[in-house]
């Protein structure tokens, strides 16, 4: 049997590897799968100073690869994952990239109208404020479809779908989360990279409200315009909690494994 090849998946800020968890098996049977959590996050490394920068994080992920033997593995990331995996594409740490709604892509601070869209900033820390208040009662509530609908709103338009267990680790994911704040407040961005280290795929939700396409997926396509770029209509920021299948299957196309079995 064939060595599968190694596929690390990097999530968002706030969350941590769980929210790959519907995803997982369907890429498993392709590759080996690793799903780290980030620094700062639930279940990853503590930081060793503040304030963390992008920079620090990917740092710490590139630590992690050389930990786990892991040279130019294929990459796929959500937001802040997506961000990370490209900047460690930068480095040559990839063999593939399928960057999903990722972060970074906006005007340098310094420009008028530049930084990280205010917006986006409001959901996540109305998002974080709410998940604090009401940790104590979300557990339970979260098992209606109708509160996991509202409670996701922000990054699924498919919450009701959203397993209730999963839906309570995303909640406790986003309370103990200490590096929110640090990432709203960065100056950092996605530089061009032109030509591209690695084959990059683009996969932009078509309803993020975050980062919406015609704006972020627009200036993304600006800085990597050798990349691949594909959206997904319909779905929400995390597009993983809307349609686990549609995601696997832009992470396979961006690995090539789909392209073997043709």
Known sequence: MTARSPLVLLHGVTMSGLVWREVLPLLAEHHDVR?????????????????????????????????EGLDAPHLAGNSLGGWMALELARRGRAASVCAISPGGFWPPATSEGGGRPPSAARVLRRSAELARRTRHVSPLALQLPVV?????????????????DLAVEITRDLVACTVLEDALATTEHVAEMDPLPCPVRLVWAGEDRLFPPHRNGRRAQELLPAAEYVELPGLGHVPMLDDPAAVAEQVLTSTGALASEA
């Open 148 to 164: 996991r609908q509202r409670a996701l709103a922000g990054v699924a338009t498919r919450g009701s779908r959203v397993p209730a």
């Open 35 to 67: 799903t780290p959590t980030t620094m700062g996050h639930r279940g990853g490394r503590v930081p060793g100073r503040v304030p963390v920068t992008i920079t620090d994080l990917v740092d710490d992920c590139e630590r992690w690869l050389d930990q």
